[in-house]
C-alpha cells in the first residue's frame, strides 16, 4: 500500500506584508504626534474637566514643585519691549549688548538684582540651580513682571493679553506659592487668567455632564 | 513584492569548461526589519504625548469689602481643604457653642456629593461656596475643588476663595490631631 505523502510546506512566511503594516504604523505616529517639547522644568499639572486647549504662544508662569516661579514669555514680537520696559522701570542698567542676550534665554528664574551678573557669565545658569522669581508679600517681583508685561500689551493687544496669562503648577507646590502669583496679577488689577491642566473627562451622571449635549 | 525576477536570459553560452554559477536567492529575510519597525513604534508611542494640555478659566473677584458681607446664612457652605487632601466643611456660620456638630471633615470623593445636595436644597440666588485654602494644603487641591465646582454645573460668582481665619486654621488643626493625620 502506497503511503499517503504529506506535502512538505516551508514554514517561512513572507514578511512583506508585516514589513508593510510596521512602517506605515511607524509614519502614522510620528506624524500624528507632536513631539514633546524639551522640558526644563519638570511640572505635573492637576486635572480639569475643561476643554479649551492651551494656546501655543503664551506667556506661562511656571511653579515647580519646590515653590520656585519662573518666567516663559513666548511671544517673540513683544518680548522686547517687556524685557525693556524692566529694565528701565527697574533701572537694572542693562546695556543693548546684554538685553541682546537676555531675549534668548528661554525662560527667566532670577531674581532681578542677579540679572546683571548672570548675563555676564558666559553659560548660562542652570534651571535647577536658579532660584526662582520671588514671589512673596514683601518682595513679589513678579507683580513688577506683570507691570512690565500688561505694559507691553497696552491698548488694543489687552485682549490677545488675557488669552495668553497661563499659570502652570505642580501638583504638590503649597497653596501659598499659588497665592502670591494670584495677589501679583490682582495688584495690577488682572482678574482673568488661566490655568494650565490636564484634560479629564467629564465625570459620567454629574451635573456637567448632564447639560451637555449628547 | 520583495522578489525580483534573476533569471537572466540565458543568452550567452556556457562552454563546458565555465562554471555555473549559482544562482542566489534575492529574497531577503524581513523578518529582522518587521523588529526594527515594532520597536520604532513602541518607542515613538512612549515618547509622544497625544493628550494636549488644556486651559482652565480663572476668575478673580476684585478686592471688595461692600460685597464680602452679602452672603446668606442659609446659603452658605464653606469648604476648607487641609493638608493631606483633607477638606472639611460646614453650612451657615461657626456659632461658637455648635463647633462640633457644624465642623465637618471629609475628602474630595464625597464633596462632590456634598455640593449637588447642598445646591439642591438651596435656592439659587442665596446658595454660596466659600472656598479656603490652607497654608499645607496643595496647588492640586485648590484647582480640584474649583473643577468640582464646574462639574457640579455651580454657576461662577456662586463660589469665591477667601482667606481663612485663625478660628478656621485652629479647628483644623485639632481635627487633623483628633484624627492622626500628619
Not at chain 1, 508662569?61 to 514680537?77: H, N
Not at chain 1, 532670577?110 to 522669581?133: C, D, F, R, V
Amino acid at each position: 500500500m502506497p503511503k499517503v505523502k504529506i506535502p512538505r510546506k516551508s514554514t517561512a512566511i513572507d514578511m512583506t506584508a508585516m514589513c508593510d503594516v510596521a512602517f506605515l504604523l511607524l509614519s502614522f505616529f510620528i506624524l500624528a504626534t507632536k513631539q514633546k517639547p524639551p522640558e526644563v522644568l519638570s511640572v505635573t499639572p492637576p486635572e480639569s474637566v475643561s476643554s479649551k486647549a492651551a494656546p501655543d504662544k503664551s506667556i506661562l508662569i511656571t511653579l515647580t514643585k519646590d515653590g520656585k516661579a519662573f518666567l516663559m514669555l513666548g511671544d517673540d514680537t513683544k518680548k522686547e519691549d517687556i524685557l525693556k520696559d524692566i529694565n528701565t522701570t527697574k533701572g537694572l542698567n542693562l546695556s543693548a549688548g546684554e538685553l541682546a542676550k537676555w531675549k534668548k534665554q528661554g525662560f527667566i528664574g532670577l531674581p532681578l538684582n542677579q540679572i546683571k551678573s548672570s548675563l555676564a557669565l558666559s553659560t548660562e545658569i542652570p534651571a535647577a540651580q536658579m532660584p526662582g522669581i520671588p514671589t512673596d508679600s514683601t518682595n513679589n517681583e513678579m507683580s513688577d513682571w506683570l507691570r512690565s508685561i500688561t505694559n507691553a500689551y497696552k491698548g488694543t493687544a489687552q485682549n490677545k493679553l488675557q488669552e495668553m496669562l497661563l499659570v502652570k503648577g505642580d501638583n504638590s507646590v503649597l497653596y501659598p506659592a499659588f497665592k502670591n502669583i494670584k495677589q501679583a496679577f490682582k495688584k495690577n488689577e488682572i482678574y482673568k487668567f488661566r490655568i494650565v491642566t490636564n484634560g479629564e473627562a467629564v465625570p459620567v451622571g454629574s451635573e456637567l455632564y448632564n447639560s451637555q449635549p449628547k | 513584492m520583495a522578489e525580483m525576477d534573476t533569471s537572466s536570459g540565458g543568452s550567452h553560452k556556457k562552454g563546458p569548461g565555465v562554471k555555473k554559477a549559482k544562482k542566489l536567492s534575492t529574497r531577503v529575510d524581513l523578518t529582522p526589519m518587521v523588529d526594527l519597525g515594532f520597536l520604532l513604534i513602541t518607542f515613538f508611542v512612549f515618547t509622544t504625548t497625544m493628550s494636549q494640555s488644556t486651559a482652565m478659566n480663572m476668575n478673580e473677584p476684585k478686592d471688595d469689602p461692600e460685597q464680602q458681607l452679602k452672603v446668606k446664612n442659609s446659603g452658605a457652605m464653606t469648604i476648607l481643604l487641609g493638608k493631606n487632601d483633607q477638606v472639611y466643611y460646614y453650612f451657615g456660620q461657626l456659632e461658637a457653642d455648635k463647633v462640633s456638630e457644624q465642623f465637618k471633615s471629609t475628602n474630595f470623593k464625597d464633596i462632590r456629593g456634598l455640593i449637588l445636595t447642598k445646591k439642591k436644597a438651596t435656592n439659587i440666588d442665596d446658595l454660596m461656596y466659600i472656598i479656603k485654602s490652607d497654608k499645607e494644603s496643595t496647588f492640586k487641591n485648590a484647582i480640584d475643588i474649583l473643577d468640582e465646582m464646574t462639574i457640579s454645573a455651580v454657576p461662577p460668582g456662586h463660589y469665591a476663595e477667601v482667606d481663612m481665619t485663625d478660628t478656621e486654621y485652629q479647628l483644623i488643626k485639632q481635627t487633623e490631631q483628633a484624627n492622626g493625620i500628619k
